[in-house]
């Protein structure tokens, strides 16, 4: 990539909205040690969020066309994937619409043995007043859970809402059938010996 390439792309990034990361009950994200990655920053859950989501990396509905391919890993601050780690996704629906009574565009699936995991979705509509269309995120390891947003390059909006966060955005390419592929990596921490934490999850932190 050319610097002015990376200039364009900063600057398609843009700046944190007012209350990204600033809700009450969002932990601060730290900044990372030196030689560690930087964490996924926190974000609000919202309403919307049900247990007993299925099991499914396919969220597409009957009738639906694929928005969005999203793939990535999970990983530790020093880089090291996270194998089994459970990631969940919820989506209102085209509309700006969440679905309170099943699980419609909600599904979880579990990281392999490299951290990797695969979702298809559509890309969902947006509701007031948020301003940026994005997908929730709940991500565990052998940790507590953090819950984030994701955000979508090249949907508008993303720089006029106020829980934007550049860090957030999902960089896309878009394949011949219009189809979105977007890749992101989650960072989280994992427990510490300090923690009350049985030797058998120790033995198993990545």
Same mark, same amino acid.
């Given at each position: 990539?050319?610097? %002015?390439?990376?200039?364009?792309?900063?600057m398609e990034r843009g700046e944190a909205g007012k209350e990204a990361g600033k809700w009450p009950g969002v932990p601060e994200t730290?900044?990372?040690?030196?030689?560690? %990655?930087?964490q996924t920053p926190q974000e609000i859950e919202g309403p919307y969020f049900r247990l007993g989501a299925p099991m499914r990396s396919n969220l597409l509905e009957p009738g639906d066309i694929p928005g969005i391919v999203l793939t990535g890993r999970v990983l530790t601050? @020093?880089?090291?994937p996270i194998a089994g780690a459970v990631v969940n996704f919820w989506s209102s629906d085209l509309a700006g619409? +969440?679905?309170m009574l099943g699980y419609r565009y909600t599904g979880y699936v579990v990281t392999?043995?490299?951290?990797?995991y695969e979702v298809t979705t559509i890309i969902?509509?947006? +509701?007031?007043?948020?301003?940026a269309k994005h997908i929730h995120v709940k991500v565990q390891g052998l940790s507590s859970p953090i819950t984030t947003q994701l955000y979508i390059e090249g949907e508008p909006g993303n720089l006029d809402d106020d829980f934007y966060h550049p860090a957030l955005l999902v960089p896309c390419t878009v394949d011949e059938n219009?189809? @979105?592929?977007?890749s992101y990596d989650f960072v989280i921490r994992q427990v510490t010996e300090e923690e009350n934490v049985t030797p058998e999850s120790l033995a198993a932190r990545a």
């Open positions: 990539m050319t610097v %002015l390439a990376q200039d364009r792309a900063e730290p900044a990372p040690e030196p030689g560690e %990655l930087q601050e @020093k880089g090291n619409n +969440y679905d392999d043995e490299q951290g990797g969902p509509g947006c +509701y007031e007043p948020r301003e219009g189809v @979105k592929h977007g």
